[in-house]
């Protein structure tokens, strides 16, 4: 399949960073410059081709090939270089198996088993999350039949102004490979690199290999990342990076290398494009270069410090200016939110006590334990008994997404609300203890930098946005933030490294039933069978058979345009599964939105409506009869 061209360009530009780099830059240093330098190329393919309406399989495909044979050829001419480097690494992965021991192997072991599940599940399940049938992956279609990203007519404006990085990732894996099985392939890939990212960080705060392994492991088992790292959502994308964001921001702190400015810029930009909590999230990394940069400008009066922030600037605008422009022409707004739509996220009422009341809220959120329902109830009642005390409404409707009541009305094992009561409990004890045993880290800035920009983290976010009992995916960043001051903290505590012997097993053994029990993507004997296109169905089966009946009719059909008269939040995706290997162009039509203003076709086979049930529907001085008014969900016109 041509999908195998995106390893080989992977592996090409990590040969050539290595042969810029040399010996200057640790091994995994340069892998994550590589993942950072792949993500921007990508990105640059995609709004370079969208711009001509080039954006298919052809173009796609030859400019990947491009890039592996200009890097080939860079190859060839250094490749004394590569030799050396290959002895080198080598002799380093013999020195580091011979430093494990039994224990470290059979855990390290086990985590890879687990990863192996994660990533048969996401293979042999498709799409199953609910935003990705809505939005995240319904827009690709879209872009599909256009050959261009930019903005189309929809009733789900979410399609348009939600930055689109991680879908651009899935354009690519799903055009090149003619189907969406690598989809979930995307998260999968980008938590196997936070785990590199998250152990660089441990790394240079002075803890060891063993703490490194720590690190990887307590990363692994957070039961929301195991969730997600088989689904189309983006949460463990993002979070990769503002991990990078801040490791590379504190080595450019440090070094005044442009290197690591170039990869901050790069790691800041591909944020922003990937999810909007990373305006939130990366802030406090942004605040704390800002103020660090400019008390090094005043302190040494060296001008590079000013030049290497603007470069990074600079990056990051540019990485994000085709999307921003896309939205500014659409609704005058770089960012381009809904109104209505942003006003329903946001907290309407901020003061102290409600600040409060939301940290607790969220933290709220990952106290459920699995098969133990009455942990999450005790948890509850104490939490409505604070709350009664204080005299704060736990259901402020200025603070609860749409005046939802507050609880855990169930310990699910999906990507959207899924708890992480461990994590949790190894944040609150190691932030104590941190504090306990401040005198032995004071002369460390980098915790400093650390601890203030996970506190400022949960700080912006409470302030933000309002309560959703599916925020605990959202906090996924700060869960794997926070995982190199957990392992600082086991530095300082006495007790920490037997406790480790107990713990880690458990959390694998935790993330494991996790995983086997995921509720969308279980591992048992029948996801090997039954039909692909209902496994879709599964947050939403009453809608199988209808929607198996129309896309039939409308693949016996072979109808083209098909006319799309959709709600705010229905399923488009399941419609264009075939898109990637058939002509299938979705029409949005009489859309109530800013959208509308969009010119498209006028030219459609048939039309697909969720919101109206009439026996025939006039378009464009054409009359489309119901061929399905029994119907509760879908009703095809032709």
Sequence with gaps: MAIIILPICFISIFLSLVILYGTTTGKREILLGSALTFCGLLVLITEVLSLFHSLNYTSILFSWVLIAIANTIYHYFERHKLFAFYKQLRGQLTKLWGRLNWFEMILLASVLVMLLLIFIQGIIYPPTNW???????????????????????????????????????????????????FSAS?????????????????????????????????????????????????????????????????????????????????????????????????????????????????????PAYLTSALVVVIIAISINSGHYYRNYKLSGNVLGVDKTEGGLYTNEKMNPP?????????????????????????????????????????????????????????????????PNPFHLLLIVLSIIALFFYWKQWRNKPTVYWLLTTII??????????????????????????????????????????????????????????????????????????????????????????????????????????????????DWEYPLFTNCYSTELNPVHIQVNNISNQIETTDNVDCILSTTINKPFIDYHNHRYYNQDGGNKVIYLYR
């Design 456 to 569: 400022l983290q949960v700080v912006f976010f409470c302030l933000y946005l309002k309560w959703q009992p599916w925020n605990s995916r959202l906090h996924v960043p700060v869960f794997l933030l926070v995982i190199p001051l957990i392992c600082y903290a086991g530095k300082l505590i006495p007790f920490a490294k037997k406790a480790s012997y107990v713990l880690l097993p458990l959390l694998i053994v935790y993330a494991l039933i996790t995983v086997l029990h995921n509720d969308s993507r279980p591992i048992n004997a029948g996801m090997f069978s039954g039909n692909r296109y209902q496994k879709y169905f599964v947050n939403k089966p009453a809608a199988y058979p209808e929607y198996a009946k129309v896309t039939e009719a409308i693949n016996h059909s072979n109808f083209k345009n098909v006319g799309l008269i959709f709600g705010v939040d």
């Design 354 to 418: 409600l600040l409060i009341s939301n940290i607790i809220k969220n933290a709220g959120l990952h106290v459920g334990v699995m098969f133990a329902r009455p942990v999450a109830v005790v948890a509850d009642s104490v939490i409505y008994k604070i709350h009664r005390a204080a005299g704060i409404d736990i259901n402020n409707p200025a603070t609860n997404y749409r005046s939802m009541k507050y609880g855990l009305s169930a310990i699910v094992t999906n990507e959207d609300e899924a």
């Design 131 to 181: 935003d990705s049938m809505t939005y995240h992956l319904a827009r690709i279609p879209n872009w599909i039949s256009e050959q261009s990203v930019q903005h189309f007519p929809t009733a789900i404006t979410r399609q348009l102004y939600q930055p689109p990085f991680a879908e651009y990732v899935m354009l690519h894996f799903n055009m090149l490979s003619r189907g969406d099985y």
């Design 186 to 302: 995307v998260q999968f890939l980008f938590l196997l690199l936070s785990l590199t990212a998250i152990s660089c960080i441990v790394k240079s705060l002075g803890l060891n290999l063993k703490y490194q392994i720590a690190a990887a492991i307590l990363a692994a088992t957070i039961p929301e990342v195991v969730l997600q790292a088989s689904s189309t959502q983006n949460d463990i994308v993002v979070s990769f990076f503002i991990i990078t964001g801040f490791y590379f921001a504190i080595r450019a702190i440090n070094t005044l290398n442009l290197k690591y400015y170039l990869f901050f810029g790069l790691s800041l930009g591909l944020g922003l494009l990937t999810k909007g909590t990373a305006y939130i999230y990366l802030a406090p990394v942004i605040l704390i270069f800002g103020i660090v940069t400019i008390a090094r400008l005043l302190e040494t009066r060296k």
